[in-house]
């Protein structure tokens, strides 16, 4: 993209936005200030971001509670829906948030200009989902599997919709096991059955997870069986993403409340959703196959590309039949996608 020039009159007015913001961030800290020194403030506590609107956070006391509208000290950096921090109460139900705290893992997505910009933080999990109906095209899985790798955060595969299965549970039980084969936690589902959803709700127990998917798949269908009291507000999200505003939707943090404190909680949004169809380079994409991890060091060239080099040991690996042909023949279409989109 081509850089844009902009007027004096266009820079001039930037800067007075700026400045002004700025001003009316030192106000507010000044207005803390007195707020702490007048024992305005109560003491810092611990507390996990639900959603955020800006720089304004609904935070969620650590030891239960009503929600506090936060506003962020303006040192501080933006914050993202699942973050912890360190926060003190106001008496008029609002607080101020004082300090982040470590995240164990955080979601990115591109924003609008293709820069990468968390969306959430501090997730377990990422259910990938995909179902009988639409059935996965064959590289699919993988594309998602490797950007979870990516990411740093445990995949889950999820199969839903297995009411529609054949008997015998056909290929695409063949295909999870092979994924079960590499280590992948696998789950299946069903909304059409009052039981369908047991062993999914044990998967999420206790853990921050996200779901992920293509259109159809029944994530909405899942969600909405798992927050039962949430249904209009996930509604008014797919109503956002139908309109196009999904980049600009922010997630929120949803607890299961299964009268069970350890039922687990999801972070959701449109945007997050979408995830595992964004950018990633090719050493990402060679990281991202599992099994070929031990063997990535071992070709007889350093900058081996693994495509017909004599001693590559990923070539050799699949000869002996240790890495499935159709993981590597996925592995390559990936990677050839990616040099079509010009990376
Ligand atoms: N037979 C069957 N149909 C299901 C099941 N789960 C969901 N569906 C149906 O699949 C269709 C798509 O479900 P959604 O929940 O809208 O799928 P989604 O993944 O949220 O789709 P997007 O909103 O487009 O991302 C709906 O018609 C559901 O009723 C299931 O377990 N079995
Ligand atoms: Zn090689």
Same mark, same amino acid.
């Given at each position: 993209?081509?850089?844009?020039?902009?007027?004096?009159?266009?820079?001039? #007015?930037?800067?007075?936005?700026?400045?002004?913001?700025?001003?009316?961030?030192?106000?507010?800290?000044?207005?803390?200030?007195?707020?702490?020194?007048?024992?305005?403030?109560?003491?810092?506590?611990?507390?996990?971001?639900?959603?955020?609107?800006? #720089?304004?956070?609904?935070?969620?006391?650590?030891?239960?509670?009503?929600?506090?509208?936060?506003?962020?000290?303006? !040192?501080?950096?933006?914050?993202? +829906?699942?973050?912890?921090?360190?926060?003190?109460?106001? !008496?008029?139900?609002?607080?101020?948030?004082?300090?982040?705290? @470590?995240?164990?893992?955080?979601?990115?997505?591109?924003?609008?200009?293709?820069? &990468?910009?968390?969306?959430?933080?501090?997730?377990?999990?990422?259910?990938?989902?995909?179902?009988?109906?639409?059935?996965?095209?064959?590289?699919?899985?993988?594309?998602?599997?490797?950007?979870?790798?990516?990411?740093?955060i445990?995949?889950?595969?999820?199969?839903?919709?297995?009411?529609?299965?054949?008997?015998?549970?056909? @290929?695409?039980?063949?295909?999870?096991?092979?994924?079960?084969?590499?280590?992948?936690? *696998?789950?299946?589902?069903?909304?059409?059955?009052?039981?369908?959803?047991d062993?999914?709700?044990?998967? &999420?127990?206790?853990?921050?997870?996200v779901?992920?998917?293509?259109?159809? *798949?029944?994530?909405?269908?899942?969600?909405?069986r798992?927050?039962?009291d =949430?249904?209009?507000?996930?509604?008014?999200?797919?109503?956002?993403?139908?309109?196009? +505003?999904?980049?600009?939707?922010?997630?929120?943090?949803?607890?299961?409340?299964?009268?069970?404190?350890?039922?687990?909680?999801?972070?959701d949004?449109?945007?997050?959703? =979408?995830?595992?169809?964004?950018?990633?380079?090719?050493?990402? *994409?060679t990281?991202?196959? *599992?099994?070929?991890?031990d063997?990535?060091?071992?070709?007889?060239?350093?900058?081996?590309?693994?495509?017909?080099?004599?001693?590559c040991?990923?070539?050799?690996?699949?000869?002996?039949? =240790?890495?499935?042909?159709?993981?590597?023949?996925?592995?390559?279409?990936?990677?050839?996608?990616? =040099?079509? @989109?010009?990376?």
């Amino acid at each position: 993209m081509s850089k844009r020039k902009l007027t004096r009159q266009q820079r001039w #007015r930037i800067e007075k936005v700026q400045a002004e913001r700025a001003q009316r961030a030192a106000k507010r800290d000044a207005q803390d200030a007195d707020k702490l020194e007048a024992g305005e403030y109560g003491p810092e506590r611990h507390g996990r971001v639900i959603a955020h609107f800006g #720089r304004s956070l609904d935070v969620r006391p650590s030891e239960g509670g009503p929600l506090h509208r936060c506003h962020l000290r303006s !040192n501080l950096e933006p914050l993202v +829906t699942g973050d912890r921090v360190i926060w003190r109460a106001a !008496n008029d139900g609002s607080g101020v948030v004082v300090a982040r705290g @470590e995240r164990d893992s955080v979601l990115e997505r591109p924003d609008a200009r293709g820069q &990468l910009k968390p969306v959430a933080a501090n997730i377990d999990q990422i259910l990938i989902v995909f179902a009988v109906e639409p059935a996965p095209h064959a590289n699919l899985i993988d594309r998602y599997l490797v950007a979870a790798e990516a990411t740093g955060i445990a995949p889950v595969l999820v199969l839903n919709k297995t009411d529609l299965l054949p008997e015998g549970g056909g @290929e695409l039980m063949t295909l999870l096991g092979q994924y079960q084969a590499l280590g992948y936690p *696998v789950v299946t589902t069903t909304t059409a059955e009052e039981h369908g959803l047991d062993a999914l709700r044990a998967r &999420l127990a206790g853990r921050t997870s996200v779901f992920v998917g293509q259109s159809g *798949v029944g994530k909405s269908s899942l969600i909405d069986r798992l927050l039962p009291d =949430e249904t209009l507000r996930i509604g008014a999200l797919s109503e956002d993403s139908r309109k196009g +505003t999904h980049t600009t939707t922010t997630a929120r943090l949803y607890a299961f409340d299964n009268d069970d404190s350890e039922a687990g909680e999801l972070i959701d949004s449109p945007g997050i959703r =979408e995830f595992g169809l964004t950018h990633l380079d090719a050493q990402q *994409v060679t990281e991202g196959f *599992v099994e070929f991890r031990d063997l990535l060091g071992h070709c007889r060239f350093r900058d081996c590309r693994h495509q017909q080099e004599p001693g590559c040991a990923l070539l050799e690996a699949v000869e002996r039949g =240790e890495i499935r042909a159709a993981r590597f023949a996925s592995y390559r279409r990936i990677l050839d996608s990616l =040099e079509d @989109e010009g990376r």
